[in-house]
């Protein structure tokens, strides 16, 4: 497999289930409007969230050959789940057999690092998926740098089903947002910062909002991703060298283009031209 990855210069990949990772694709890109992207959506087998580890591995791991075949020398897992089942085997197992020299990061490492300047009470909420919050990774990730923070963690399964089916800002929405939110609030009531542990959850921050008290934070995590990949490649100007800078975007999907086309200017509010690809 290592032949197939040839080009020694290419664009940034980032790579989602579906939708939601243009959430973290729209802040990368005025954060850093320089470089070359791609994105990649696997939008005929979303979502990932229900699915089991080895699933989710496999998925990705075709995904991120797919981007490094079109070149990419660095891919974001903008999907959380994809981030917290996929990413450190991946990063162990076939970079070194495809590539050493690319790279592959997830959204949950920087996250978690601005966590203690965010929260007072070191209390900390996580919203996601099934597959986020049952891997644990928040958890992990956030004990092993500040192992005094009290993490709790809340699936919130339809979430990603209402945004993706246009109904996050319906009245029909209220329920399942209010019940995840009274929920995570009574199992720790010192929580003083939910994480929006999922890339489609930004679409439901007006209706999260409604339901919660003053004084908790909502940590969306685009901002934080963005700087966080601006702040690695200004440390690793080796990759930075590889990284091509004509300002060009390019949208992929696994799924129907047009579909896939009329969501995404609900996340980017702008039309963009999306090309239909298999991967396996």
């Given at each position: 497999?290592?032949?197939r ?5 290419g ?7 579906g939708?939601g ?7 990368i ?5 320089e470089?070359?992207y ?6 005929a087998r979303?979502p ?8 989710v591995?496999?998925f990705?791991?075709?995904?991120v ?15 959380n ?11 162990q197992?076939?970079?070194?057999a ?9 959204v ?18 996580i919203?996601?998926t099934?597959?986020t ?8 990730e956030?004990?092993k ?9 809340e699936?919130c399964p ?6 993706e ?9 209220d329920?399942?947002?209010r019940?995840?939110i009274?929920?995570?609030l009574s ?10 542990g ?16 003053d004084g908790?934070?909502?940590f ?17 100007p ?5 990284l091509?800078?004509?300002?060009t975007?390019?949208f ?22 999306v090309?239909q690809?298999?991967?396996?």
């Amino acid at each position: 497999m290592e032949n197939r990855f040839s080009s020694k210069t290419g664009p940034i990949g980032i790579f989602d289930s579906g939708y939601g990772g243009l959430t973290i694709f729209d802040k990368i890109q005025k954060q850093m409007p320089e470089y070359d992207y791609i994105y990649l959506g696997d939008n005929a087998r979303t979502p990932y969230g229900t699915r089991s580890f080895e699933v989710v591995y496999h998925f990705t791991r075709q995904a991120v050959a797919e981007l490094f075949k079109a070149g990419c020398q660095l891919v974001i897992l903008a999907c959380n789940t994809a981030s917290a089942k996929a990413l450190r085997t991946i990063q162990q197992r076939d970079l070194p057999a495809w590539d050493a020299q690319r790279r592959v990061l997830g959204v949950i490492r920087p996250t978690v690092e601005m966590m203690d300047t965010v929260s007072q009470t070191k209390h900390i909420g996580i919203l996601g998926t099934n597959g986020t919050i049952s891997s644990g990774s928040y958890t992990l990730e956030i004990k092993k740098m500040f192992p005094a923070m009290t993490v709790t963690g809340e699936a919130c399964p339809m979430w990603v089903p209402l945004v993706e089916n246009n109904e996050f800002d319906s009245p029909g929405a209220d329920y399942f947002v209010r019940k995840h939110i009274e929920h995570i609030l009574s199992i720790d009531p010192l929580i003083d910062t939910l994480v929006l542990g999922c890339t489609h959850y930004p679409l439901l921050i007006n209706k999260i909002r409604k339901f919660l008290p003053d004084g908790i934070t909502l940590f969306a995590q685009g901002e934080y991703v963005a700087a966080s990949l601006k702040d690695y490649l200004h440390r690793h100007p080796e990759m930075d060298a590889r990284l091509t800078k004509q300002h060009t975007r390019r949208f992929l999907t696994t799924e129907s283009a047009a579909k896939f086309s009329e969501a995404a200017s609900l996340f980017l509010n702008q039309p963009i031209t999306v090309e239909q690809i298999t991967i396996n």
